[in-house]
């Protein structure tokens, strides 16, 4: 989940909880409560160092013209690829199943829009221009499912080949690509640095839009058997430093909003991984591979697997168990999204419109969690009711606190009503509503869901037109009329402080929930309408209730 959405949800709903509590209830009850402090292990930090950057990898050098332009296709049960001999580079990827191309041709991100997986011989060819990603590459057709590119180069004296051969199978969601470097000369090669890098691709699938939040591309590694994810953008990103970071690492690879490509190392592990944050467009990742000297005649050669697809965890452990956190699913909150993506699922087959499903859904958690509510509800209406009585014990009591305090509890409970009631119903649907928005936000299931009229898209804000770069949502200016509508009904004749965060409270929700996926704006609404429909009976059924004095 997107961290920084994920904080400021859970601050607005802290927000309307302590407002439930402090101004829902007629006086702030003093109370004593054993203090919890929770204690957050960090991890142990890795050292991370500047690298020093060569001056130049001009021992390496590019022998003359290579092959000529050509392309071939594969085509799997999973998806449709297509190969390109300029920069031995997959130049489109469809995913069969759901007819969606990753490959997005040029863009602000990558100027090539291509996935070349490029062989760096040296660390300053990974942060500058040049090597082998621009040049046409020999190809050669070895069978249906397997392609070779290689390229011929000078290393000082000494001439060198480079291979990167492509293998596909009709069975897996994944295929596998090997770098072979061979040494054709008669003196001992030692590269620029003594290590070779990798790196996947500067961009990954549709609807990237670096000025928002949710749609940017992260760099992600697994290192030391920890999942890391470096995220950057939005509209105070700005540049950064190169930096080093040592350690085994597993695999690497980029994240956007649905899709993954990952590099998983075959029978060996990276040293260390560079990160290049000098563009506000993100991060560009390379895993370091040590080499020795390659001897006259011999060669050396790394193999990896190739993973490119949406964040489908049970896709990722076929690939292999280490990929699994690559799926981003914070691990408290993974059962219930796994449940309420099963059950908006399962609605969807009777009615065939995620906007529906997410409307019944609503109504099947509000009947679940009714017997609560309607006690809840009850108690915070016969508490209202009470006021009159609590001031009375103030005044007769200001100068005897402890007095005065148990005259007030005697009177709740007289009454049976508890003060802290009406927070447990929000309580309650809180993990419902983050499992909701790590859905939408992650899961490609609800992507390009639309609902009806001018929602075409449940994972995306219902913008309905712009003006000067300024998005125009409806969905969001709706639930804040009806979270106004269910509070004031909540609170009944609210004065003073009260009447201000009556006010402030739905003008606060319009701010967080702005840009929010209009699915999760949705099913807040759903519940707010619910909830009127429900304080209107019990508004009706409250007022033949007789309320004993203290």
């Known amino acids: 989940m997107e961290k920084r959405a994920v904080v400021a949800i859970a601050l607005s709903l802290a927000v309307w909880l302590i407002w439930s509590y402090f101004f829902l209830k007629p006086t702030p009850q003093k109370q004593e409560s054993p203090s919890q402090e929770t204690r957050i292990e960090e991890k142990a930090k890795v050292p991370e160092k500047k690298p020093e950057i060569p001056a130049a990898a001009a021992a390496l050098s590019v022998q003359g013209t290579q092959g000529r332009l050509e ?14 001999s300029k920069g031995a580079a997959v130049s489109s990827f ?3 199943d759901r007819n969606i191309e990753l490959v997005v041709g040029e863009n602000q991100f990558n100027a090539r829009g291509v996935f070349d997986f490029p062989l760096h011989l040296s660390e300053a060819e990974f942060l500058g221009k040049g090597g082998l990603d621009d040049i046409i590459w020999n190809a050669e057709k070895i069978s249906e499912f397997q392609y070779r590119f290689s390229a011929n180069l000078t290393a000082g004296r000494s001439p060198l080949r480079v291979e990167k051969t492509y293998t596909f199978s009709d069975k897996n969601d994944y295929f596998k690509l090997s770098f072979r470097i061979l040494n054709q000369g008669q003196e001992e090669i030692n590269l620029p640095g003594r290590s070779i890098i990798v790196s996947p691709s500067d961009f990954l699938g549709p609807h ?42 597993q695999w690497i ?7 993954l490509l990952i590099m998983l190392p075959e029978d060996f592990s990276g040293t260390s991984v ?19 000297a390659i001897k006259p005649g011999k060669d050396l050669t790394k193999s990896f697997k190739i993973y490119i697809g949406p964040k489908d965890k049970e896709v990722l452990r076929a690939v292999d168990e280490k990929l699994i956190d690559a799926a981003d699913v914070s691990k408290w909150i993974e059962p219930i999204r796994d449940f309420l993506l099963w059950s908006l699922t399962k609605i969807n087959m009777l009615f065939g419109n995620f906007g529906w499903s997410l409307v019944v859904f609503s109504l099947i958690t509000k009947i679940i969690l009714l017997p609560l509510t309607m ?14 009585q609590i001031t009375e014990i103030r005044a007769k009591f200001k100068d005897k606190p402890d007095q005065m305090n148990k005259k007030i509890m005697a009177l709740y409970k007289q009454n049976k009503v508890n003060p802290l009631s009406g927070c447990l119903p929000l309580l309650l649907q809180m993990p419902f509503f983050f499992a909701l928005y790590s859905a939408l936000i992650n899961s490609i299931d609800l992507w390009q869901a639309p609902f009806v009229l001018w929602i075409k898209d449940l ?16 969905l969001p200016i ?9 509070q004031k009904m909540s609170t009944g004749e609210a004065t003073g402080q009260q009447q201000k965060m009556l006010m402030f409270m739905p003008l606060f929700f319009i701010v967080i929930f702005w840009n929010m996926p209009s699915g999760l704006v949705l099913y807040w609404i759903m519940q707010n309408v619910l909830q009127i429909l429900h304080q209107l009976y019990i508004n009706r059924k409250s007022n033949g209730t007789a309320l004993q004095k203290a």
């Not at 992600?220 to 953008?233: A, C, P, R, V």
């Not at 804000?461 to 712009?466: R, Y």
């Not at 709706?478 to 269910?486: A, V």
């Open 274 to 292: 560079i990160t290049d944050n000098r563009k506000v467009s993100g991060y560009r990742t390379g895993l370091a591979i040590p080499v020795e």
């Open 375 to 388: 006690r809840s509800t009850e108690s915070m209406k016969k508490l209202q009711a009470l006021n009159p």
């Open 253 to 259: 690879g980029v994240m956007s909003r649905y899709f």
């Open 71 to 84: 392309s071939f296709t594969i085509s799997t049960a999973k998806y449709k690829a297509v190969l390109s």
């Open 94 to 96: 469809v995913l069969k």
């Open 478 to 486: 709706i639930m804040t009329g009806t979270t106004y509508l269910q």
């Open 208 to 249: 990237m839009d670096f000025n928002n939040s949710y749609n940017l591309l992260s760099g992600i590694y697994f290192m030391n058997n920890s999942f890391e994810k470096l995220e950057k953008g939005g509209l105070f990103s700005q540049g950064g430093d190169v930096k080093t970071k040592e350690g085994a690492t």
């Open 459 to 474: 994972s995306l804000p219902d913008t309905i037109f712009t003006v000067m770069d300024f998005n125009v949502n409806v």
